[in-house]
T-cell receptor
């Protein structure tokens, strides 16, 4: 079965610093999704990547999918308190399978 | 636009009791799914449906039943609750690759 490993599991950074969260799979990813979850709430869609080498940005968050489509990174520039939460990557294990699976999540804390 | 609505938000059960978590969406999405979230384990897919009358199992289906009689509703049933089913449950609908999540239902089984 598809397994997604996220690293690190938790991250504490000072406000204003940059940070990167990684999501790695042993198998090809047919769709890679990034979600953010605020503590005690539901998940909010951030970005979807499908093509090898694809990169997308929204405000200060950039996500990339490597050429082999087995690893994705989420980069936050000049972090703010509003970036705090749990970030999860999700992926389709088989193209068109409709069984989106998720990594275990990365808990991000922003210190003032 | 309400999006995905889950009820109840909190529930405490005794071992062996049954209950249904309700999920409704008003976006006319064909795809709906149920996940459970446990500490350190991310989200795990329980069941999903690609349309009315069609359901299929996810990663952790044991102990849970679902049905999809309408496009809008996708209830999750626990027939005989066990402490291992203590978790936060999320319902989601999907269109064009984007999952829309409900706010979650926190279930405790004593």
């Amino acid at each position: 079965s598809q397994e997604l490993e996220q690293s690190p599991q938790s991250l504490i950074v000072q406000e204003g610093k940059n940070l990167t969260i990684n999501c790695t799979s042993s198998k090809t990813l047919y769709g890679l999704y990034w979600y953010k979850q605020k503590y005690g709430e539901g998940l909010i869609f951030l970005m979807m990547l499908q093509k090898g080498g694809e990169e997308k940005s929204h405000e200060k968050i950039t996500a990339k999918l490597d050429e082999k489509k087995q690893q994705s990174s989420l980069h936050i520039t000049a972090s703010q308190p509003s970036h705090a939460g749990i970030y999860l990557c999700g992926a389709d294990p088989v193209e068109g399978a409709q069984k989106l699976v998720f990594g275990q999540g990365t808990r991000l804390t922003i210190n003032p | 636009n309400a999006g995905v609505t889950q009820t109840p938000k909190f529930q405490v059960l005794k071992t062996g009791q049954s209950m249904t978590l309700q999920c409704a969406q008003d976006m006319n999405h064909e795809y709906m799914s149920w996940y459970r979230q446990d500490p350190g384990m991310g989200l795990r897919l329980i069941h999903y449906s690609v349309g009315a009358g069609i359901t299929d199992q996810g990663e952790v289906p044991n102990g849970y039943n679902v049905s999809r009689s309408t496009t809008e509703d996708f209830p999750l049933r626990l027939l005989s609750a066990a402490p291992s089913q203590t978790s936060v449950y999320f319902c989601a609908s999907k269109i064009a690759g984007e999952l829309f999540f409900g706010e979650g239902s926190r279930l405790t089984v004593l």
